[in-house]
């Protein structure tokens, strides 16, 4: 391991130290928060790398699901634990922030960075993985705006949203199931996919450091949790800016800066890979087996959504579909994406 990742490991290692101190101390919510956060989100980047370290002994399309599958750890017990306090507004903002946040900002800014990279100002990439995105989100939109549709019209099945959320979600995962075994079958990585075996751990160290990632990610959040209604009241934000912004930031933006990374060094495809296969992840996996989780509580977690946010869920699927789904995209496309999340955000802050 390099000397600047011992380092990193070590200021992440103090952070949850911290956080955990701040927590059994009854220090002020916000500042117990905001260490809380930055500790998550170096968690969160610790799981991710672990997961990259025994995955490489696996091959390239099966890091790519384990990374994006394990990554969203500190995610799933944000929510969980959100859940069991109650707070449902904020774990369900949670989950669909973290789509926003991947699919228009930080998706906005690899296509923003790779494309003022390449030579002619087009960043240039396989348009397959982008595509079924695509179609793994217009599958949990479809169920969302049917369930918001119900929801609000207050029709017979209404009634029974928490039980249409539990069948579609084993659905959406079944559907997952199909696309990953595809995918993993799908032929050689992208060029560039080997640069990650350099400076690999042994993987024994690779596991130890992605159990210990894991504890001190569900820890976390828990301290994260505690602090986050305090520091709500004390701001002044809204529940949905707190889940949709902030939650979903820090548990998803740090993590996924490797696909900034990798479109700074011209790795278009692996760049793209990397924040497609979390959206992907997020909206077909975790949110439909968080809704079923969730039936082991009192508050449970459903695909009902204002229905600002399933038209936000509708669009934001056309637009990167519309954006990456030809296989390029300019800096205009990436700054566009951007700028149609801090609209979003936007409108939560003044909820």
Excluded at 69 to 84: I, K, M, R, W, Y
Aim: glycine letters at 10%; proline letters at 3%.
């Amino acid at each position: 391991m390099t000397p600047r990742r011992k380092g990193l490991l070590g200021a992440i290692a103090a952070l949850t130290a911290a956080a955990g101190v701040l927590h059994y101390a009854d220090a002020p919510a916000l500042l117990a928060f905001c260490v809380a956060a930055a500790a998550l989100a170096g968690l969160a980047w610790v799981v991710s790398f672990a997961t990259e370290q025994v995955g490489e002994r696996f091959g390239p399309s099966i890091t790519g699901v384990l990374q994006s599958t394990l990554g969203n750890l500190p995610e799933f017990f944000v929510v969980l634990f959100a859940l069991s306090s109650g707070e449902v507004v904020v774990a369900q903002f949670s989950i669909i922030g973290s789509i926003f946040a991947n699919a228009l900002l930080v998706l906005g800014l690899v296509i923003f960075v790779g494309a003022r990279r390449a030579d002619d100002g087009v960043m240039r990439f396989s348009a397959r993985l982008p595509n079924d995105t695509a179609t793994l989100l217009l599958l949990a939109g479809f169920i969302i705006v049917l369930v918001g549709l119900s929801a609000r019209t207050h029709d017979e099945a209404s009634d029974n949203i928490v039980a249409i959320s539990a069948i579609a979600s084993g659905l959406l995962l079944a559907t997952y199931g199909v696309w990953v075994v595809g995918y993993i079958k799908a032929g050689p990585a992208p060029a560039g996919a080997a640069a990650h075996s350099e400076g690999m751990l042994p993987l024994r160290t690779a596991i130890v450091l992605l159990a210990l990632a894991g504890v001190g990610a569900a820890l976390v959040s828990d301290w994260f949790v505690a602090a986050l209604r305090p520091t709500i009241d004390q701001v002044g934000v809204s529940e949905q800016f707190a889940g949709l912004v902030v939650v979903a930031i820090a548990g998803n933006a740090v993590e996924n800066a490797t696909g900034v990374v990798l479109a700074a060094k011209g790795q278009a495809d692996l760049a793209i890979s990397v924040v497609k296969n979390s959206v992907a992840q997020i909206a077909a996996f975790l949110f439909p087996a968080l809704v079923l989780v969730s039936l082991l509580f009192a508050d449970r977690l459903t695909f009902d959504l204002a229905p600002l946010y399933v038209g936000a869920l509708f669009l934001t699927t056309l637009s990167i579909w519309q954006v990456t789904g030809d296989g390029e995209a300019t800096s205009f496309e990436g700054a566009a994406l951007m700028a149609t999340y801090v609209i979003l955000a936007v409108f939560t802050l003044y909820e």
